[in-house]
């Protein structure tokens, strides 16, 4: 399948601030089906950090500039492994040493693209990979975007911000490639807590918890 290479116009990524809990979730969901943003945190004694997640299919460049101007600078594609096998996206390592286990391919870029690096080659990327039936010789690696692959079963297997990015994005009705990255200060060190609300207000960016997400499934018994 080819592509239409052309970059989605801009979709706001500013949202009414709202205090989280499981029942914000469906609030969540429709966010990032509307093409926006939203900061999702894991367990205080698992990383304890928040990541921006929004959908590939939608994301544009300009808020891929926000999330690398407010993040490590690396951005992730949380997608199930049968896409990340029709894409000859293997894992990165045959022996997975990271404490969360957390699931890298082969980076990549879209063929088509210029360096990878810029904010609209990866959202050229990022859209390519949320395409359907999508030719894997279309994509180069290595590459500027980290595919992840997420567990099968979602934050239900696996409580951790893959599998909250792919649930997310899969519950929005989105092709289910969700893009994420984590969240860090001005100084470098890794955002958390308070600092994430902060963050939240803001930005009027909607936070809920992996946890809420969980409970949310659970009581739409989305199993």
């Known amino acids: 399948m080819q592509l239409d290479w052309e970059v989605s116009p801009v979709i706001s990524m500013r ?19 509307a093409g926006g ?8 004694d698992r990383e304890n950090e928040g990541d921006l997640i929004a959908s590939a299919a939608t994301i544009t ?42 699931a890298f391919t082969v980076t990549c870029d879209a063929k088509h693209c210029g360096t990878g690096v810029s904010a609209k080659d990866r959202a050229i990327t990022l859209h390519a990979l949320a395409t359907d039936g999508l030719d894997p010789g279309l994509l ?14 979602g934050v239900l ?3 951790g911000h893959t599998e909250a990015a792919y649930d997310l994005v899969r519950l929005a009705g989105h092709v289910p490639v969700g ?11 890794m955002m958390c807590g308070e600092q994430i609300d902060q963050f939240s207000s803001r930005f009027g960016l909607l936070k809920i918890s992996v946890a809420d997400l ?3 499934r659970h009581s739409k018994r989305d199993h």
């Open 179 to 189: 893009v994420l990255c984590e969240l860090v200060n001005s100084d470098g060190t």
């Open 140 to 153: 180069r690696r290595p590459g500027h975007i980290f595919p992840l692959r997420a567990r099968q079963g």
């Open 61 to 102: 460049h300009e808020m891929i500039a926000f999330m690398v101007n407010h993040s490590t600078g690396i951005l992730c594609a949380a997608m199930d492994q049968e896409r990340a096998d029709a894409l000859a996206l293997p894992p990165m390592v045959s022996r997975n040493d990271d404490p969360q286990a957390t």
């Open 157 to 159: 297997t696996r409580q």
């Open 15 to 33: 949202t009414p601030l709202a205090r989280a809990g499981s029942s914000m979730v469906g609030e969540a969901i429709e966010v990032v089906a």
């Open 214 to 216: 969980i409970a949310w």
């Open 37 to 44: 943003m939203v900061i999702v945190v894991d367990d205080d």
